[in-house]
T-cell receptor, first 116, second 114 residues
Framework: SAVISQKPSRDICQRGTSLTIQCQVD?????MFWYRQQPGQSLTLIAT?????????ESGFVIDKFPISRPNLTFSTLTVSNMSPEDSSIYLC?????????????FGEGSWLTVV | GDSVTQMEGPVTLSEEAFLTINCTYT??????LFWYVQYPGEGLQLLLK?????DKGSNKGFEATYRKETTSFHLEKGSVQVSDSAVYFC?????????????FGTGTKLQVIP
């Protein structure tokens, strides 16, 4: 299993500001994933963060808006830049552990952001 | 591409009723299947999983069987409690082209009333 801690758990942010979310895992993992869950919706993958290389972004997400750091094998940050009310979402950090198709996805508790 | 289809909610049941939340999938290979639960104000927690055909995942009274012939992974519980009120997500992981692809369903909200 994996224990994932996220900070902050909740925040209310002013329009135009930026916020950095931290994700700490209790064991070393190769890849960490950042998801967004808009109100009442399912999860959308933002990007995959690999240690020692640039993050890989999904269609519709760009580095300027969602810069990611991955300084070591247990930690990552996601910044939501120049926020607007449309960025109000839950942001979830995730890892996968296990061999091959037996991998299991584990999530942090989520960071609930409200942009006003 | 891969997809996961869940029954739409909200599903409203009385306490001690039988629960079924349908989940069907499309995939090109042999995915692993998962159910996640999201309680109000919290993140996603793994509820159960199955990694191959005919496997049954179970946890906290919930069960789901990996049915390859019907490409389904329906979630069941014999007697729901108010504390089971949450959103339930069906998901799959498949190895595709040397990397893993994860697909989530849209979620089904369950409301259990006393």
């Amino acid at each position: 299993s994996a224990v994932i801690s996220q900070k902050p758990s909740r925040d209310i942010c002013q329009r135009g500001t930026s916020l950095t979310i931290q994700c700490q895992v209790d064991s070393q993992v190769t890849m960490m994933f950042w998801y967004r869950q808009q109100p009442g919706q399912s999860l959308t993958l933002i990007a995959t963060a690999n240690q020692g290389s640039e993050a890989t972004y999904e269609s519709g997400f760009v580095i300027d808006k969602f810069p990611i750091s991955r300084p070591n094998l247990t930690f990552s940050t996601l910044t939501v830049s120049n926020m607007s009310p449309e960025d109000s979402s839950i942001y979830l950090c995730s890892v996968r552990k296990g061999p091959g198709a037996g991998n299991t996805i584990y999530f942090g508790e989520g960071s609930w952001l409200t942009v006003v | 591409g891969d997809s996961v289809t869940q029954m739409e909610g909200p599903v409203t049941l009385s306490e001690e009723a039988f629960l079924t939340i349908n989940c069907t999938y499309t995939a090109t290979g042999y995915p692993s299947l998962f159910w996640y639960v999201q309680y109000p104000g919290e993140g996603l927690q793994l509820l159960l999983k199955a990694t191959k055909a005919d496997d049954k995942g179970s946890n906290k009274g919930f069960e789901a069987t990996y049915r390859k012939e019907t490409t389904s992974f329906h979630l069941e519980k014999g007697s729901v409690q108010v504390s089971d009120s949450a959103v339930y997500f069906c998901a799959l992981i498949e190895n595709s082209g040397g990397y893993q692809k994860v697909t989530f369903g849209t979620g089904t909200k369950l409301q259990v009333i006393p």
